[in-house]
Structure formats: structure tokens, C-alpha cells
């Protein structure tokens, strides 16, 4: 670097030098308007400084902060950049208030010390924060989920509302999702208080539709019983006006007492001005709750009523689609009397077919009439009344005359059945005493279907007992008897009132342990008194040995046995070569047996004394022979206990062993050939 520094001057305002006036690294003021200049080493004239009062940069030309240039602050000729670039975040400070607003002054952002942030849209705030939340005037537009985690969204207007729009060609479907709980749609009047619920759809999938106090649910869909529930303090009706019998001019009424059907009818199947209704009768003529045509009302109770409000007049039942075809098949007189089958019942209860009445005169009965023989023969329904208790029984007879019927079924008036017994102990009762070998009998001509029978308890869990067609897969295929449960529920076998055996849902077999297993195993057996074992495994076949027990991997392959010969047991392990690669000479076994600890000690069980190794010293040493981790414990926080499996040991002894054996044989020949 040149040790003179030579400069030019000029005192004309806003001149500046030119490339041909300067050199590389000369220097040029103009002293009017106190800027210097420069020639860079590509022949181009840069300003480098200006008066204190101000400082020019070219396009692109960086004004650099920090050790490294961390933050650069230019112009590209297109926009301003501030950049940060180095070590740290950008952080801009205000002392109250942080503004970005545009050129004209206009607002983009305002951000106020200890308080809230605004953004703007055309000078208008859209989106605040505040103490409680966010604040947003306008329309939300998400193309995603919006959640409230424990809090709630408010929507406030004269009008305000949710708009849900569903803006693609493929009609998918617009939801309102609640993850649990209830979800309830209720009115608040303006200062927020709650006016109480509208309608209330349940996590069960009831649907219940509140009166005009939201407290008390009028109308209910139950959901599990799949049926449509009307208070009793409610209403419902249907008027039919028309005089045609149509249903022209059909409306749904809303009263005070629960609701009824009404016709007007002049002339069809039904006569004398029919009326239908389900209510309590209002017996003030002419008042608003009053729909039915009566004249006089004296109904006191709620009732399903057929009215007939001509005197003398019967309701009748008629079949057919047209009054040409008219078929009556049921009456209900005026005196009370019912005829089915027949015009005229000359009893309360007549039921006639083919014009020969069917009614006894001492029990109610349907009883088959051969009209051949003028008589009543074989079957007969009785209800027989005696004392205060109902029953319904099912009888035969081969002659039928009033008592001498032979009873074999039998329904209380507390709904028990008894099939061959008249002496129930169970809601089901199915007794034979015939020499048969099965009381019941179950058939399936159907291949791909199945004889049996399937049991449920009160809330939907089912068992099945099962044998499946000759075509069937289900379960345990074709020609298969399946015993077992429908649902997530263990099936147990129990034995003089005691379980004894339970297989769990995930297919876990329990003997004599009803209680969790200590092990998570698939068999578990507890000794409750004192058999000789806990399991006995017997072979006949003592030609050959024959495997009592065999191991399995996850690919099917066999991994080891427990075989007898009828003589001796031996419990084996994989170890064919064909299974094996790699294999080296067992090194430095003296050494490694060297290192084991075997020592004395006592179970905390029993207080037994034994031989033997602690497990986590022993897998420092014959990792292979120990299953487990030092203090390991469940998901409960319980002992998962480690162990081992001496057998592993064996090869190691045995190297050891031959290593000794080899150092004893050299030391033999040395003192041989030293005649020692």
C-alpha cells in the first residue's frame, strides 16, 4: 500500500469526478457539498461518505453492522431489505409502541407495550388481540380446523350467524364434530344469559327437543331402542279434514294434552263421523284443546279412544284398496262386543272362521273346529284364570271337551315359560320327561348357515353355541361346533358351582386361576389342593421317542422340545449346524470362567440355601444365559425379575475345562522330560 495519499477537489455543487479524472485509490472531494469519492479496483467511481447529516449507498450497496456483517440494511433497486444474516434474532424495540405503517401513514400493524397488537386492513382493524383472547371484525376463512381449547368462540352482530359452505363439485358432506360429551344448541338473550336448551344430541346418539323453558325435554329419539319418545305433558296430533277419506288437507297439531287424530269422514269404511284419538278428553264444549266432534266429553284419564259418535253405531276394520271391495274383518259393537271373522259377536270376545264360531264359553281359547264332525278336535289356546294369578297355557287333546285338554306349555302373568312343566324356577323352563337322548333338538338344512343358538344380557353382549354347516367358514369352518363368546368377554367353564378353566379375550387360558395372572402367559395353572402335578402329559407309543412339548418361533420353525422315550425325558434346544454360521473356537474360556462369582445364598421365598449366580453378575460375563434387565419393572411399577439358564454355561466350562487340561498335559510332559 502507497504511503501518500493524494486527493483532488472541486468546490462546484453536486460535481463529481469522473473515471478518467481519478486513479485506482485516489482520493476526490467536492468541499461545496462535503462528499468523497474513489475509484474501486474495477475502474468505477463509488461515493464512499457524505456531510454528517446524511449518508448515500448505491443500489445494492450494504451498510453492515456486526463483527461478521450480521445485519445488513440496503437497496436492490427493486425493494429495501433489512437482513439479518449472523448470530442471534432480529429484534426491534419501541419504547411504548411498535408501528409499521406505509408511506402515506397508513397502519399495517400496532403493537402497544403490555397490551394489544392490531392488524390492519385498509386502516381498519380486523384482528386484535386482548386480555381473554383474539378479537376479529369480519368474516373467518379457514380452509382448516378451528379449535378452542377450553374456551369459547364468540360471534356477535345483530344478526350473527355460522355460514358452512361445501364450495366443490364432489357433495361431500358438511359436519359438526364434538369429541365428547354432549352437543347442545341453547338461546341466550343479549346481555348472555342463558334462555336454556333447544335441542340436546347425547355421545349415545339420543336426540331430545326442549319446551319453551329449555329445562324438560319433550320429545326424545332414543337411539339404542331405536323408537320416538312424546312427554305425556306434550302433544301431537294429525286432522284429517277432508270428507273423501284422503288425507287432503292432513295437518300435525300442537296441544296442551298429549296428541290424537281426528277425522271428519261423511261417507266410506268408516261411518258415523269416526273419531280416532289419544288424549284426555276436555270436557268443556268448545274450548281450544278440545279437537274431538263429541258434543259432550267426559273422558277424566288419558286413553287411546275409537269413537264413534253416532248412538247405535259399530267401528268396523275393512280390507281392500276401494270402497267397491270393500272386506270387513273386524267390528267392535256398541254394546263392546269384538267380532273377528264375523258381523254379529254375540260374546266380548268372538273369533269365527268360515262361519263356525271358535269361542269357548268358560276359557278364552282358539281352538280348531272340524266341521265335518260338528265338534271341537286337537289343538287348543287356553287363558286360565285361577285366583288372582293369569297364566296362558298351550294344550292338546285328542277329543276336546271343557277340562280334559292335556297342558305343555305354559306363560305366567309374570312372563316365565314352561315347556313340559307347569312349575317354573326360571324365566325359561324346558323340561322332558320322555327317555329321549337330547331335551332339545336344533337343525340347519341350510350348508352355509348353522344350528344353535346365540344369547344376549342387557347391554348387547352375546355367546354362541354353534354347529356350523357343511359350507360355513365362519369360526372354526366347515362342519365345526363352536362354543364361545360374541363379544370381548372371557368364556369360563365352571365345575360344582366354581370356576375352573377361562379363556380370556385374547385367547389366554386360565386353570384353577380366576384371579389376573402373576405371568402374562397364554397358560396359566394354579394348584388350589394337592394334586400329584400341574400337568400330566402321557405318551402310549415307547418305540420311539416322541415329542411332548415343542417350541416355536415366529416363522413356524421348531426351536426346541421337551421328548420321552418312555424311559427318560430330555429337554432340547436348537442346534443343528445347518441353523448355524460363522462358528469359532470358544476363546479365553479359563479367563472368562475365572470371572464368574457362583456363590451360597438363600430364597426370600422359602428361605432354602442354594448354588448358584446373581443374574445381572452373571450376563457381564455369559450374556446368552440371562433373560432380562437388572431392576426391571412393569408398566404397574411391579418386578419384572431376571433369570438364567445354567445350560448356557456348558460350553464355556467345557472350553475351560480343555484349556486346563491342555496346560495339565503340558505341565506333565515337562516333568517327563525332566524325569521329574
Known sequence: MANTIITK????????????????????????????????????????????????????AK???????????????AKSVIEDQGTGNLVIRGSSQLILE????????LANDGSDVKLYYNTSVKFATIDTGIDVTGDVVASGDISANGGDVDITGAQPRIN?????????????????GDFIIETRSDAGTALGDRIRAASNGDISFFEDTGTTAKMVWDASDESLLLSKSGGLGLQVGANDGSLAGAEFRYS???????????????TGHATFSLNQYDNTEGTADSWSSRSNGAYNSAAVQLISTTGGSAIRFFTEANEAGIDQKMVITSAGNVGIGTASPKTTLTVQNGGVTGLSETTFAWQHYQQAASAYTATAIQSVISGASASLTFSTAANWTNGNATEHMRITSAGSVGIGTSSMTRFFNLY???????????????ASGGAGLIAYNNTGQAATFQLNGSSNTAYGGANSVNIGSLTNNPVVFIVNNTERVRIDSGGGVRINNTANATFA?????????????GLYLKVTNTSSSQSMIIFGNTTGDGVGSITTNGSSTSYNTSSDYR??????????????????????????????RVDGFLAHELAGVVPEAVTGEKDAVDAEGNPVYQGIDQSKLVPLLTAALQEALAEINALKARLDAANI
Not at 63 to 77: C, E, K, P, R, T
Open 102 to 109: 406505509s408511506s402515506s401513514g397508513a397502519n399495517y400493524l
Open 432 to 446: 322332558d320327561t320322555t327317555a329321549n337322548a337330547q331335551t332339545a333338538y336344533f337343525k340347519s338344512t341350510n
Open 579 to 608: 441353523l448355524k454360521e460363522g462358528w469359532v473356537a470358544v476363546a479365553d474360556a479359563s479367563t472368562r470362567v475365572n470371572a464368574l462369582k457362583p456363590i451360597n445364598f438363600a430364597w426370600i421365598a422359602n428361605g432354602a
Open 9 to 60: 477537489n472541486s468546490a462546484t455543487a453536486t460535481a463529481a469526478p469522473t473515471a478518467g479524472q481519478l486513479v485506482q485509490g485516489e482520493l476526490a472531494v467536492n468541499v461545496t457539498d462535503k462528499r468523497l469519492f474513489t475509484e474501486n479496483s474495477g475502474g468505477t467511481v463509488v461515493e464512499l461518505g457524505t456531510n454528517p447529516s446524511q449518508l448515500n449507498f448505491a443500489d445494492n
Open 521 to 533: 402367559a397364554q397358560l396359566n395353572t394354579q394348584f388350589t389342593t394337592a394334586q400329584n402335578c
Open 256 to 270: 296442551t294434552i298429549p296428541a290424537y287424530i281426528t277425522s271428519s269422514v261423511a261417507s266410506g269404511p268408516i
Open 164 to 180: 358452512l359452505h361445501e364450495n366443490d363439485t364432489t357433495d361431500l358432506d358438511v359436519t359438526l364434530r364434538l369429541n365428547a
Open 63 to 77: 451498510a453492515n453492522f456486526g463483527a461478521g456483517s450480521d445485519l445488513q440494511i440496503y437497496h436492490d433497486g
